[in-house]
């Protein structure tokens, strides 16, 4: 068999593979999440309540990251607060402000979304809280 033969069979072969991955069929999604076996328990959700953490949006970009920490913190006492920032520096008008107290949170939330900061109306939501895995 003469190397021409051998690569030339070998292109065959790498090509029928390809074809064959195209027209593979992928099985339809089912309720578990795709990350997951079908036997596997579904994650433990967080009981309701337990988030402190607030996402702020429609901020003017003239706020500061030290005027959303006082008008905040006017409700309780904060763990962080800041803004989202592009990458020139500029203001995504967008922010996190997290309580050390879920009331407080929700307190916050009641009473401050709506309001007028900088000639803007911000509006307040419950954030996404971030899973941590914990090893076993």
Known sequence: MSLDE???KNKEERKKERQAKKHKK???????APFMKSGDKQPEKKPAGTNKTLYVTNLDFNVSNELLREVFSKVGPLKRCGIYWDNLGRSKGTAEVE?????????ALETLNSTKLEDRE??????RVKKVNKAK
């Open 6 to 8: 051998i690569i030339s």
């Open 26 to 32: 992928v099985p339809k999604h089912t309720k578990a």
């Open 99 to 107: 309580f050390l107290k879920q009331e407080d949170a929700a307190t």
């Open 122 to 127: 911000i509006g307040l939501k419950w954030a």
